[in-house]
């Protein structure tokens, strides 16, 4: 039987899984129930054949697989809504929150429920998620189920618990900081002679092509950087320019930030 799907709160990371859960065919948009305040806003997913509700409540009722996608803040009133429609025998929940832990879940849905945090990030929409996993009581069946269920939209890496804030930082929140360095080198192209949608165009498929390097030959990319600074070249002219105005030391700083700021976003009271 395919297991029934409710996301508790269909914004923007809510909406890529679902889409993208779909695309990979791991479900049928009728398996999956999305649920936010103002369906209004869902409208368009209906039309494609997803359930819409604003009911929390009847929504984990009819599903087998809870996935908790509301912000921090919003969370505690989410838990004290769906609890008493929880079943720990039937539900296993889902949670993408950052900085909640499995055991803060289980506080307020009960003792014996099933949690598995996962932090995936928007490329999920497209099947190139990048998707960290942790639980501290899941069954070793629950695990590979979630691992499969993620796999389909991307790559899947089990960490401790402990690290989820740095894989937060670093794959949720980078999704931004890269998307942030292609601008920035569009910019550029733009101010050398490039129409802007050319000049995004070209940064956006060299981008790729630096990212597909390392994966393919799996490389680091100084030895792949090597290859292309030629001896007194214009590559490492511009690189070090950018590295003496803090290029990589800006980058590791801004994940250090987002990394102490995911470990700040809840608190149990609300
Ligand atoms: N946006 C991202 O790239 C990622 C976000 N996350 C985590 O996912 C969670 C959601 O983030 P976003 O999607 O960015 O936020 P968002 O604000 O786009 O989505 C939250 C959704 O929850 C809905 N909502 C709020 N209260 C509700 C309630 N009582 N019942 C039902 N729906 C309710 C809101 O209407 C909204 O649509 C956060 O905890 C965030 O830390 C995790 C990984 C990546
Ligand atoms: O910015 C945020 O708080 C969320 C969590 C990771 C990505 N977006």
Redesign the pocket.
């Known amino acids: 039987m395919t297991k029934k799907i409710a996301i508790?709160?269909?914004?923007?990371?809510?909406i890529s899984l679902a889409k993208g859960l779909v695309k990979a065919d791991f479900a049928q948009a009728a398996d999956i129930t999305l649920?936010?305040?103002?369906i209004d806003?869902l409208k368009s997913f209906a039309d494609a054949g997803f359930i819409v509700s604003?009911d929390?409540k009847q929504a984990v009722a009819a599903a087998d697989v809870v996935i908790l996608?509301?912000?921090?803040q919003?969370l505690n009133?989410?838990l004290d809504?769906i609890q008493p429609s929880i079943n720990a025998t039937k539900h296993l929940v889902i949670s993408?929150?950052?900085g909640v832990s499995c055991a803060a879940v289980r506080e307020k849905l009960g003792d014996d429920v099933e949690v598995v945090r996962v932090?995936?990030?928007?490329a999920i929409a497209i099947g190139q998620s990048m998707t960290c996993m942790a639980s501290d009581n899941a069954s070793a069946e629950n695990i590979a189920d979630v691992t499969r269920m993620f796999e389909t939209v991307g790559s899947v890496v089990k960490i401790n618990e402990d690290l989820m804030t740095s894989a937060?930082a670093l794959c949720?929140c980078g999704?931004a900081f890269f998307l942030r360095a292609i601008r920035a080198a569009s910019q550029g192209g733009v101010e050398i002679g490039f129409h802007a949608d050319e000049a995004l165009k070209m940064a956006v498929q060299t981008a790729k092509g630096a990212a597909d390097l390392l994966l393919l030959h799996g490389t680091h990319p100084e030895s792949e950087i090597d290859k292309v600074t030629s001896p007194k070249g214009c590559t490492i002219a511009g690189l070090n320019e950018m590295e003496h105005n803090g290029f990589s030391s800006s980058l590791i700083k801004g994940i250090k930030l987002s990394a102490l700021k995911a470990g700040n976003?809840y608190t149990k009271e609300g």
């Open positions: 508790i709160g269909s914004g923007n990371i809510g649920t936010r305040r103002n806003n604003s929390n996608a509301v912000l921090p919003q009133t989410v809504e993408v929150i950052s932090m995936p990030n928007t937060t949720a999704i976003l």
